[in-house]
């Protein structure tokens, strides 16, 4: 009977705070007198609510199935600043700033990436370039007509053989990384070899565009450890994909191209495409299926970082 009593007694306090901190809130917001500027309830208010505002970060971690998966930063309020533009305002304006996690991508080590945090409402579209030119200011146009940024990765030969569409891809906003020179299985390679793949790629873009790329995609997302050692080495992440658009394939088409992005989109999600005429005709619709699902096209560096979106 007592402990009843007690359980009974402790709800009843916590309804009289909620009751209170809600009747400070309607003064703050509704009251007659506009009494905006009450520093007392207005911190009353910021310190009793923070706390719940509050979210812990995600250190990043390497999962069983999607192995190196990215971090997600936590939230907390600045109650100080909150309170400050709060005094200057006719509501509560809540001040966020991030929390870092522990852990990022570069603690994990050698691991392939085939997603990113599925607590970012977002998606990064990969476009693997080693033919396709003609293709290309197509995809450019309907990326902006989105408003939308995707990530090209170059083969070495492709950069040599055409500076200027490359160029013309980093000038529209769009992020550039490393595709290997000359579109090997990796995997056969020795780890010189692949040295060689990565390293002439990246002096490629380098002369062409004046810096170089933080991710590698082997060429048919053919990976193994040797991969990823010579990456990781470099500093440079290993970046394979989550939904595969098959529009290379002699047997596809936009809808079909289309159908798998709408199958496997989520928040999270790398998306493999290539320049090819299907792609060009689905592009349009696959770009807007972001915004449909409550998601933000990123480039691969966006998508991977612990930044909230």
């Excluded at 700033?97 to 990436?113: M, Q, R, T, V, W």
């Excluded at 990326?143 to 990765?153: H, I, P, V, Y």
């Excluded at 020179?181 to 056969?188: A, D, E, G, T, W």
């Excluded at 989109?265 to 699902?293: D, F, N, Q, R, W």
Aim: proline share 4%; with cysteine.
């Amino acid at each position: 009977m007592v402990n009843k009593r007690w359980f009974i007694l402790k709800i009843c306090s916590g309804l009289i705070g909620s009751i209170i901190i809600l009747s400070f809130c309607y003064k703050l917001i509704c009251n007659e007198n506009h009494n905006y500027k009450d520093i007392a309830n207005i911190r009353y208010v910021v310190e009793s609510e923070a706390d719940r505002k509050e979210e812990e970060p995600l250190d990043a971690q390497i999962d069983k199935v999607w192995q190196a998966i990215p971090g997600y930063d936590g939230v907390r309020i600045n109650k100080e600043r909150t309170i400050a533009e709060t005094m200057q305002a006719d509501h509560i304006n809540w001040v966020y700033e991030p929390i870092s996690p522990n852990k990022n991508l570069k603690d994990l080590g050698p691991a392939a990436i085939y997603r990113g945090n599925s607590k970012k409402r977002a998606a990064g579209l990969m476009i693997n370039v080693s033919w396709g030119k003609e293709y290309l200011s197509d995809i450019l146009y309907h990326l902006k007509e989105a408003g939308a940024k995707a990530t090209f990765f170059f083969e070495g030969r492709f950069i040599e053989e055409s500076p200027d569409i490359v160029k013309l891809v980093a000038q529209e906003g769009h992020e550039l990384a490393n595709h290997a020179y000359s579109h090997p299985l990796c995997s056969k390679l020795t780890e010189e070899q692949i040295a060689v793949e990565i390293d002439k790629t990246e002096e490629a873009l380098k002369k062409t565009i004046g810096y170089g790329s933080k991710w590698f995609a082997p060429p048919a997302g053919d990976c193994n450890n040797r991969v990823l050692q010579v990456a990781y080495k470099r500093q440079m992440g290993v970046t394979m994909f989550m939904v595969d658009t098959i529009d290379w394939r002699k047997d596809a088409s936009p809808d079909i191209v289309f159908q798998r992005v709408n199958k496997g989109l989520c928040a999270g999600a790398l998306v493999l495409a290539h320049p090819t005429e299907h792609t060009v005709k689905a592009l349009p619709s696959i770009l807007k299926l972001g915004p449909a699902k409550g998601l933000t096209w990123l480039t691969v560096s966006d998508l991977l970082s612990s930044h909230r979106c």
